[in-house]
């Protein structure tokens, strides 16, 4: 396959998804994630998550460290 041929075959495989893809994007970008919203976050969060489980991935959630003093709250 030559790469014209890959090229073309993967804009057309992505340009079948337009739509879906579409929809995801309005999804994500209606869940409120900023400045630290952590019911937004955890929205988000479940819905990669689970997303990511459908196609066979092991997901773990995994503490993270403590915020340095020196940051903003």
């Known amino acids: 396959m030559?790469?014209?041929t890959t090229e073309s075959t993967i804009c057309g495989l992505i340009g079948s998804r337009?739509?879906?893809m579409r929809a995801d994007l309005a999804t994500y970008v209606a869940i409120p994630t900023g400045h630290n919203h952590t019911a937004g976050l955890d929205e988000?969060?479940?819905?990669?998550?689970?997303?990511?489980?459908a196609l066979g991935a092991r997901?773990?959630?995994v503490a993270g460290d403590?915020?340095?003093?020196?940051l903003l709250n």
């Open 2 to 4: 030559t790469s014209i």
């Open 18 to 20: 337009d739509a879906e």
């Open 44 to 53: 988000l969060r479940a819905v990669l998550t689970s997303r990511l489980e």
């Open 59 to 61: 997901t773990e959630l």
């Open 66 to 70: 403590p915020r340095p003093d020196w």
